[in-house]
């Protein structure tokens, strides 16, 4: 008698059900990861920092002990955390409104350390939790709470590119931007993914994926009509690709 298997969700995922908004990309990030930390065998030694923003749920998510950073802090966190347990897996999940702006100076000075740690960071161009106000990363033209005009450039200037700055600095052991609106993509991103934890594991540097993802209740569209606007606009502002791979081959 021929047996099937019950279809399992990731051992390092908790198993609470996901609260993001529906369209969101948050959930499907969290089970790359978790994915990954079951696949390279580390649940059991991985810590996670979370900051303030939509990522700061990622506590309920993850089966894996951690800490809360206060806002844009989480590189520092991780540093601490890693130096003083370096037998440990340390990685940090951030947001673009808490990462690339409240928490620049901590995610520049920590790649350029090189610290052993791995950063996972969500862009979605706009704050998630506390409004829809503009980010760094907002593009130009782009409405939101703090623009209602859209963005812009002699008021607020450019979109900021953290992985094009960060692509400069020689602490980075791996870098790339993804995303995972398609199956296609979500496979690219969690090669990318398993990458920036071997790049702290094999004791390279510092790794970081940057991943494209959509806001549908803060971008004021569905979600079908949120990965149309991401794949027509905010791909076109930040195209995906490796920029740094010090990692080579995984397998």
């Not at 059900?17 to 649940?43: K, M, N, Q, S």
């Not at 033209?141 to 209602?148: A, D, I, Y």
């Not at 791996?174 to 990458?195: C, E, F, G, M």
């Not at 195209?239 to 995984?250: A, Q, R």
């Amino acid at each position: 008698m021929a047996y099937v298997e019950k279809f399992k969700g990731p051992h390092a995922l908790s198993g609470k059900e996901f609260t993001y908004c529906p369209g969101c990309h948050h959930g499907i990030v969290h089970r790359l990861v978790a994915e990954v930390i079951d696949e390279l065998g580390i649940e059991g030694k991985t810590l996670m920092v979370a900051p303030v923003g939509c990522s700061v749920f990622a506590y309920e998510f993850f089966n894996v002990d951690g800490t809360v950073a206060a806002h844009g802090r989480a590189p520092a966190v991780a540093t601490g955390l890693k130096r003083t347990t370096p037998d440990k897996v340390v990685f940090t999940y951030q947001g673009d409104g808490d990462l690339a702006a409240i928490g620049t100076a901590e995610i520049i000075h920590a790649a350029n350390r090189g610290e052993k740690i791995t950063t996972i960071f969500v862009n979605n161009a706009i704050y998630g939790m506390t409004g829809g106000q503009m980010a760094p990363t907002t593009l130009l033209g782009m409405k939101t709470t703090t623009s209602p005009y859209g963005r812009d450039v002699n008021k607020e200037g450019h979109p900021l590119h953290v992985s094009e700055v960060l692509k400069e600095l020689r602490g980075v052991a791996y870098l790339s931007r993804n995303k995972v609106d398609t199956p296609q993509d979500v496979i690219k991103t969690k090669k990318a993914i398993k990458k920036a934890f071997l790049a702290q594991m094999n004791n390279i540097g510092f790794g970081i994926v940057e991943i494209l993802s959509t806001c549908p209740t803060n971008w004021g569209l569905t979600p079908i009509e949120s990965m149309k606007w991401l794949e027509e606009n905010l791909v076109k502002e930040y195209p995906l690709g490796t920029f740094i791979d010090k990692v080579g081959d995984d397998k």
